[in-house]
């Protein structure tokens, strides 16, 4: 199970509408990252720890787990819901692995 580096806490992929939500804001550049740089690329899809304070990006299929790239959810005005406890682990792993096994197409 992934969890967050410094408090250890499990971790769950955002719902797409919590993902456009974010999205949203990052266009809006009041997104910052743990050491205040604005975030300026839209994500393609991010994890959020369990007790909601924080959110990782995911970049290429990857979780980026780390702190420089946390985001503080406290900055921003969405509402995260908790997840069901058996949902938490299926949906990570399907959508993480759907992700990483797809290639871009040649241009």
Known sequence: ??????????LRLLAPD?????????????VKRYDGSVVRERLSDAVITEDLE???PIWDGVPVIQIFEQIETHQLAIHFE????????TNLGGRLASKSSTTPEAS
Do not use: D, R, W
Request: net charge negative; aromatic share 6%; glycine share 2%.
């Open 82 to 89: 908790a997840a069901e406890p058996a949902a938490k682990e």
């Open 54 to 56: 924080y959110i990782f």
């Open 18 to 30: 919590e993902l456009h939500q974010l999205n949203s804001l990052v266009e809006q550049g009041v």
């Open 1 to 10: 199970m992934m969890c967050s580096p410094a408090e250890h806490t499990p």
